[in-house]
């Protein structure tokens, strides 16, 4: 199933299995949301527990975190990715805080779905990714499937926690197909996964740029390079077991996202990994992502993402230590 039907029957099941469980945001019932990712939900569970707020952000969330503290389990979505700052307020100094402020005695399990990054031609403040902005933040956790069954699974797991779990959806990749197994046991939501093995180099990507990251491999594959790529699914924490493993044995690391390199996800991941695998290393650590400027108009949006040729470039770079 493509992503978005994933994420609306991840959805269903949480609205099904728990009463508690609410879904909030501007169009998520009548309209079905813009990208009619919880259509149909409204229409079988209730306006009560599906719900239309009204455009504005930080109450959405400030009305999340008031019905967590009374025992739901708030899903609220953002719109879109440029329309969480109005609620950033709320985010960082309510709802990253209460769980430390009373000392544990208080959980706030809301669950924030955010479409984010771009590739989908759209207009300003739609194509951003202010993931590093929330994972600064201590209290928050930040998860982003590039597939269908996590984007199943990993949805599930983020309603389930006692946590406040930010869950990017990859826009642009929605209507990607893949296979999801409502029956399998899920791995832990926070850890990263090598989804193409390799011996050469390292690659790690999250969210969308997965997607291009495989192909990097593929095409560098051609040219008699073995690239392993690792999905991080997870933002913060991250899994840094799982990527040190791997680029202890490849010896180089490039790390690509959609978000600019400066003071994006990957320069902790640089940091991190640089410390870790100091002796193992035979390359500096890349970094290959959006550069540091406002996003683009549409037609321009090409040449802002880290495409094929700029994920291969990082790898050329790398590979000629």
Known sequence: MPIAKAVNN????????????????EDVGK?????RVTDGLQKDFGEERVIDTP???????GTAIGLALRGYRPVAEIQFDGFVFPAYDQIVTQLAKMHARALGMVRLPVVIRIPFAGGIGAVEHHSECPEALFAHVPGLKIVTPANS???????????????????????SRYWDKGEVNRAAIPGPLHAARVVRPGTDLTLAAYGPTVKTALQAAAAAEEEGRSLEVVDLRS?????????????????????????PVFFGAGAEVAARVTERCF?????PVLRVGGFHAPYPPARLEEEF????????????????Y
């Open 10 to 25: 991840a959805l269903r099941a949480a609205l099904e299995s728990d009463p508690k469980v609410l879904v909030m945001g």
């Open 31 to 35: 309209l079905g949301g813009v990208f």
């Open 55 to 61: 455009l504005a952000e930080s109450g959405i969330i």
């Open 149 to 171: 069954s996590d984007a199943y699974w990993m949805l599930r797991q983020a309603i389930e926690c006692d946590d406040p779990v930010i869950f990017f959806e990859p826009k």
């Open 235 to 259: 933002i913060s924490p991250i899994d840094f077991d799982t990527l040190t493993a791997s680029v202890a044995k490849t010896g180089r690391l490039v790390v690509a996202h959609e978000a």
């Open 279 to 283: 002796y193992q290393l035979e390359a």
């Open 305 to 320: 993402l880290p495409g094929l040729d700029r994920i291969l470039d990082g790898v050329d770079r790398a590979l000629a």
